[in-house]
């Protein structure tokens, strides 16, 4: 198995997992750019070194996990490819591409083709949507979605959860925040995502829900109205989400149902005691937390929900490796050869 990207926040957690999981490999080869060789990473009590990736990095790697942006994904998974790897790309690089399978393990892995070696993983935002929203769909056609998003630092990789650490020190000591990562001080703020905003007035975070959410549901029209929002927390993005549909919404009782019954999914939903997800609750975790849920008082086909998720787990590596173990559990990829 190769990793690229693997001293990125991604990568590192990438490496975490595949250590928890007990993935079945034989070697591992731990890939960066050029500023990272010389590096070491521990993994099963062993320091691996961090190697410049290089045409070579790919020999013999039957499993490559990316995770170093579009530019180097664009680079290295034809090789990969060419060398024979299967190719888990954790970028942006190829999701909408006609005929690649945009999955979700719990959602549509039914989308994958016998002849599929790439498999992209999901905007983060994206994949903790859809996770919320597919276990409803037994309650009828979905016709919109409305969707406003907290996002963590975690999203923007390492370095960005660092700045945030480093400014929250600053704050605390009464020096002003400086911003380098982000274009503002995140700190005690929160800004619209920090990615260009297209030319019908959504930022590219939001656009990418916006296709990713329709292609993964299988949904090519569904309706979408989403807004994202970078706030001060360093890892699990939130999502405040109300779902509409064709017909009469389901009751409280039978979204609770549905969501106990979903895999991948955790119900946090304690009136009572005013406990619904957080993201500290859904750090370095697994499951997509939901709660708050309720009918939507306005409109007698809506329900709301709200939604945390680790951004660096389910939105990133652990659907990666979801992924791979599926192929091996499927003998698609012959393992310890
Ligand atoms: P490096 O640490 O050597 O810069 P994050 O998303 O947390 O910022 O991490 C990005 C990851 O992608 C890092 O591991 C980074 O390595 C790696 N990376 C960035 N650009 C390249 C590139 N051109 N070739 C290989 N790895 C890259």
Redesign the pocket.
Known sequence: MAI????????REFVRLVHERNFPISVLRL???D??AGKTITFRGSEIPVLS?AESSFDGVQIAFF???S??SK?WAPVALQKGAFVIDNSSAFRMEPGVPLVIPEVNWHQVRDEDRLFPVGNCTAILLVMAVAPLRKFGKLRRLVVSTYQSASGA???AMRELEEQTRSLAEGRTPVAEVFPYPIAGNLFSHNTPINEYGYNEEEWKVIQEARKTLEMPDLALEVTCVRVPVLRAHSLSVNVEFEGPAPSEAAVREAYEAAPGIALVDDRESNRFPMPMLAAGKDDVLVGRIRRDYTNPNAVSIFVCGDQLRKGAALNGIQIAERLVAESRMPVGA
């Open positions: 690229l990207g693997a001293t990125g926040a991604v990568g890939l960066a750019s500023r990272s990736t995770s170093a942006g530019q180097a680079r990789g390492a370095r």
